[in-house]
């Protein structure tokens, strides 16, 4: 299960915090989440891993693909940041 919070910072940029674990299925909300926020003025989304205990394979791609100059991706774990670096390369 997936929870995400969000918080504006500063009028310019959203903070989804995502507590729990990561699967495809949890990933559609997710998704969800960004493209609302996308089409409005807000210049960035950051996620904030903290909370995520898991994640598997599957969802780390899709979240490596959802990443761009206006999503950044914080506070992950060490397994997930080396999950998350691997499938960059690829």
Same mark, same amino acid.
């Given at each position: 299960?997936?929870?995400?919070?969000?918080?504006?910072?500063?009028?310019?940029?959203?903070?989804?915090?995502?507590?729990?674990? !990561?699967?495809?299925? #949890?990933?559609?909300?997710?998704?969800?989440? %960004?493209?609302? $926020?996308?089409? @409005?003025? *807000?210049?960035?989304?950051?996620?904030?891993?903290?909370?995520?205990?898991?994640?598997?394979?599957?969802?780390?791609?899709?979240? !490596?693909?959802?990443? #761009?100059?206006?999503?950044?991706?914080?506070? %992950?774990?060490? $397994?997930?940041? @080396?999950? *998350?670096?691997?499938?960059?390369?690829?």
């Amino acid at each position: 299960m997936l929870r995400i919070t969000e918080s504006l910072e500063n009028g310019k940029t959203i903070r989804l915090r995502l507590d729990g674990t !990561v699967s495809v299925e #949890s990933l559609a909300e997710l998704e969800k989440a %960004c493209a609302r $926020f996308r089409d @409005t003025q *807000l210049k960035m989304i950051i996620l904030d891993m903290a909370g995520v205990d898991f994640m598997k394979d599957d969802a780390a791609r899709k979240l !490596v693909e959802l990443q #761009s100059d206006s999503l950044r991706i914080i506070n %992950c774990s060490p $397994f997930i940041v @080396t999950l *998350l670096q691997t499938l960059r390369k690829d």
